[in-house]
């Protein structure tokens, strides 16, 4: 197989690596993302994913999973029970999601955990009963699903404009809704932390 043929493989170690970067991120950015939540939220989405993430992190290295699915559901598993709240749930859902979708494989291909990652984000929505456009993590998430068949790089990009473009939208789920109208003029924090995730896939994949 000549080298331009060659597909990057992804394997457990690369899914070990996206997670620690994200981890790493979360605790770079976690005063942010509480300034974030903290304009329309409850002022805990920083210090809750820090808590998750540190948590994803201390499983990985007590009892490493074996395949890049293992990894995703050990990780959701971890954010669904140490993290409060929405987020908890919300993060545990689409990465446990993700990683049953990959199934028992060793390694995985970027078009395989684009779609794995469509059904991990399908599964957000439907527990979120959100959709595009409601201020959420899906603003993120969706535009990085459909930019992944690009590229990672791509993917960073589409989660991160994603985000800001949250700004003017007014939130119809979660608990910024509550503020109606005054949930205008501010950047959704799930929609950012969200677009941190997408952002250590790239890194992890060295776009
Ligand atoms: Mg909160």
Do not use: C
């Not at 456009?133 to 791509?154: C, H, N, R, Y």
């Not at 991160?160 to 005054?182: I, M, W």
């Amino acid at each position: 197989m000549s080298e331009q043929d060659s597909e990057p493989v992804l394997d457990v170690d690369f899914f070990r690596r996206w997670l620690t970067t994200a981890a790493a991120s979360m605790e770079r950015e976690a005063d942010h993302l509480t300034q974030l939540d903290s304009a329309i939220g409850d002022a805990d989405h920083g210090s809750n994913l820090q808590r998750g993430f540190r948590a994803v992190t201390g499983a990985l290295e007590k009892e490493p999973p074996a395949t890049p699915g293992a990894t995703l559901v050990l990780a959701g598993r971890q954010l669904i029970s140490t993290v409060g709240g929405a987020s908890g749930p919300l993060y545990g859902t689409l990465l446990r999601r993700t990683g049953k979708a990959l199934g028992d494989s060793a390694e995985v291909t970027p078009a395989q955990l684009a779609e794995a990652l469509g059904a991990g984000v399908a599964a957000v929505a439907q527990l979120g009963g959100a959709k595009a456009g409601d201020k959420t993590m899906i603003d993120a998430l969706e535009p990085a699903v459909a930019a992944l068949a690009t590229s990672f790089a791509a993917a960073s990009a589409a989660a991160e404009e994603g985000a800001v473009a949250t700004v003017p939208l007014q939130a119809r789920k979660g608990r910024a809704s509550y503020l109606g109208e005054r949930s205008i003029g501010h950047q959704d924090p799930g929609a950012t932390s969200s677009a941190l995730l997408i952002a250590a896939l790239a890194a992890t994949a060295g776009e």
